[in-house]
């Protein structure tokens, strides 16, 4: 009777013990994900250039459009889109992905910088605006890089995230 009762108690056990080891997989390439990077940096760098054309108007209704007040719901929509593709990306648990958790901090963290000094300024100056938007550029480079490289577009043994909008002058 005792083997009978270890026997059932295995049988429960095994595919419990079996389930984690079958969930743990390596990140394939995701198009909607590489979709969602892009779609994000466009977001983001679409505003970034409006606010510096704005910013260095003479204009005073086209400067206006740059005040904190006019861009304040983009700051919301850019956080809620950074912490989704954050959960898509880090869904797959690997060494891949370990540093993604403090890649996307340290985006969030930009973001919110850039909020903070446009809610105190009103309206930042057009420079401070580019720099940032370099900044981002290069993070949204480095992500779509990762992405790409797992469909296997990126070349053998030449890992890249210099691209043209986020080259120094």
């Known amino acids: ?73 983009f700051y919301d929509q850019v956080d809620s889109d950074l912490v989704a593709l954050a959960m898509r990306m880090e869904a797959v648990q690997d060494r891949s992905t370990a540093n993604l958790p403090q890649f996307f901090a340290n985006l969030a963290q930009q973001m919110s910088n850039l909020k903070a000094a446009h809610k105190t300024d009103d309206i930042i100056p057009g420079p401070v605006v580019a720099i940032t938007r370099k900044q981002l550029n290069a993070n949204f480079a480095v992500l779509l890089t990762y992405e790409l490289s797992l469909k296997g577009v990126a070349s053998a043994g030449k890992a890249s995230t210099t691209s043209t909008a986020t080259a120094t002058q």
Do not use: W
């Open 1 to 73: 009777m005792h083997h009978k009762r270890l026997i059932a108690v295995l049988c429960l056990a095994l595919p419990l013990a079996v389930l984690p080891a079958a969930c743990v997989t390596v990140p394939q390439y995701d198009a909607t994900t590489d979709s969602a990077i892009s779609a994000v940096q466009r977001e983001i760098d679409g505003r970034l250039v409006t606010l510096i054309s704005a910013a260095e108007s003479t204009d005073p209704a086209v400067r206006q459009s740059a005040s904190f007040a006019r861009n304040a719901a």
